[in-house]
């Protein structure tokens, strides 16, 4: 029998999504890319007047967790 866990989806605040993606070494153009949204929505959520909901907030509750995420998933080139 298998048991179905879900996870809350953390709310992020403005320097967490700063230091996450910092962490990543990416540009805020990059990060957007990685998590499928735009620059403009990355540089609100970094500003505090948005924060990330839904999947994006479940990937970086993912690379909170494993800080080589996406070196082991690399769906974006970080090289600008």
């Known amino acids: 029998e298998f048991r179905r ?3 809350r989806s953390k709310e992020y605040n403005a320097s967490e999504v700063k230091k996450i993606r910092n962490e990543t070494g990416m540009s805020q153009k990059t990060f957007a ?3 499928g949204v ?3 929505t990355v540089e609100a959520w970094e500003s505090g007047i948005n924060h990330p909901s839904g999947a994006a907030s479940r990937l ?3 690379m909170e967790m494993d800080r080589n995420l996406t070196k082991e998933f690399p769906f974006v ?3 600008e």
């Open 60 to 62: 970086l509750h993912m």
């Open 33 to 35: 890319s990685y998590l």
């Open 38 to 40: 735009s620059c403009k």
């Open 77 to 79: 080139s970080i090289e």
């Open 5 to 7: 866990v879900l996870f």
